[in-house]
């Protein structure tokens, strides 16, 4: 997946330098035309990989939110369970957990 990735600082170095070699160089006026439009190609798809990153990026913490509000909502929903296990009341739970009172008399169904 690395190799998706371009960097125009890294990866084209040596046109770089050899454009600040001759660039005054009548003869390179050519070269550098070509290393301008080269350039905004490399840019192009640097844009777009950047993108890609970003929403690939994007898209695990999505996930990652989305995990914890899951392990949250099982957490509390256990320590519910257990609550009922131990006798207490539905006012009780309601107010450690938030559950609402609907909630826990369909725990307490199961």
């Known amino acids: 997946m690395a190799d998706k990735y371009i960097n125009p600082f890294t990866d084209f170095g040596r046109f ?3 454009i600040q070699e ?3 160089e009548e003869e ?17 798809q640097y844009e777009a990989s950047l993108k ?13 939110k989305a995990g914890k509000k899951e392990g949250k909502e099982e957490t509390i929903l ?5 609550a009922i296990e131990e006798g207490a009341n539905d006012n009780f739970i ?3 957990t ?13």
């Open 94 to 96: 309601a107010k450690i």
């Open 52 to 64: 890609h990153y970003r929403d690939i990026e994007n898209s695990l913490e999505l996930q990652h």
């Open 28 to 44: 390179n006026k050519d070269l550098l035309g070509d290393f301008i439009y080269n350039f905004s190609q490399v840019r192009q």
């Open 22 to 24: 001759n660039f005054d």
């Open 98 to 110: 938030g559950l609402t009172l609907a909630q826990i008399a369909a725990l307490r169904k199961k």
């Open 16 to 18: 770089s330098a050899a």
């Open 78 to 82: 256990e320590i519910a369970k257990n």
